[in-house]
């Protein structure tokens, strides 16, 4: 185990580092007129798609399903990788007409309908908060398995670790970033360079950590790959595990949800419509961001194989495998590595997904009733113009109230487990 007080120091460290990172993106202008540097961001930050899911989660499915949790990401990469050009003409509608969501993106189709709009924010609300939840408990699970549990709430039967509730913590630390870096402009069409410059790097910080924790798991706790299919062939139920044929049912299913979800998703819309530049961006995510999918997955299967063979029966949730291996080995920088690549997936999904339904909020629910009330014109623009340091704020609220629910959600999950 490692103290509790050097993993809260490390989350802190790690997310004041995230601070500094946006801070100078918001203040560096050669970044922006960089012919390589916007477009490697805006290639990078498409990579918000792996969430705790993909650095957790992936390994937790390969140790159950064999290789199911490969179509999560095959859709992804058929859509940026071979349908660029279906991205380009979304990009290209939502610049002409000032799209600033998901929401108006679908509204627009269908005469620019405000009632659309807002059932489509609300459904979003609705779908990713308990998504945001998730993430949480991610960073709570994780924490868990590394400083053990010494303590049983009485209000909701789930394991505290001995600092508290460090997910509480985590999530009002995501909400104070969400509003100081993706809250600074009026307009939701502006660009956010800091934060696009903070999630590109979490995607660093994660792929590392994750193919860093591969490589210490295939080559130091195990004499490498071949030593590793070695042991599984030996193990009939983990060969067969791995060596099974697939559902094609089930595999066209998750292709396609994860193919549409890489634009839908209202975190995805944000980074790949809203906050894009230029086709110069898109030219390279088309083949970046395929790489990347394929880099922080080539140690998923290695990763689930070592933890069978070191946790049988089930002794440990293979959800965490990728911190329990190298806490097992008495690796505790690995295992810091592991702790701070999970909290990076989970960080920027959260920022990310907290910032694009703020402003589907404000814009599609609370603007319009706004506006209803006060007897005005959507297009009167001097109003709205007057209006400007509310509608900042209502999105600064919004962020802390989506965080909130998300903190509830996953409470509730932890009582209704215990």
Known sequence: MIDGWIVLAAALSYIGFLFAVAYAGDRRQRIRASEFGRPLIYAL?????????????????????GFDFLPV???AIIMIGLAMPVVARIVHLA???????????IAARYGKSQALASIVTIIAVLGTVPYIALQLKAVSASVTSIIGAEEISSVTGAVIPPLGDIAFAIAMAMAAFAVLFGTRHIDATEHQDGLM?????????????????????????????????????ADREIASLFTRGFSGGTWL???????????????????????????????????????????????VVP???AGLLTFPGGSVDADTFVVALPLSAGAGWVTMLAFIGGLSAATAMV????????IMVCNDIVVPLILRRRSVAAQERDELAEMGPLLLNIRRVAIFVILLLAYWFYRAIAQSHA
């Open 73 to 75: 990401y095959i859709g």
């Open 253 to 299: 299913t998750v292709t396609f949800l994860s193919l549409v979800c890489i634009i839908l998703l209202p975190r995805q819309f944000h980074v790949t419509v809203v906050e894009n530049h230029s086709e110069r961006e898109l030219r390279l995510a088309r083949w970046l961001f395929p790489l990347y999918l394929i880099g922080i997955n080539l140690f």
């Open 351 to 358: 920022i990310v997904a907290s910032v694009a339904l703020a």
């Open 197 to 233: 410059l903070a999630i590109a790097t979490e995607s660093v910080v994660k792929i590392l950590a994750f193919l860093g924790v591969g490589l210490f798991v295939t080559f130091v706790m195990f004499d490498g790959l071949g030593d590793l299919w070695a042991r599984a062939a």
């Open 95 to 105: 610049k002409a007409q000032n799209i600033t969501s998901i929401a108006d993106f």
């Open 45 to 65: 930050s498409l990579a918000v798609y792996c969430t705790s899911w993909t650095f957790f989660g992936s390994v937790g499915l390969a140790a159950k399903s």
């Open 303 to 305: 990763i689930a194989i």
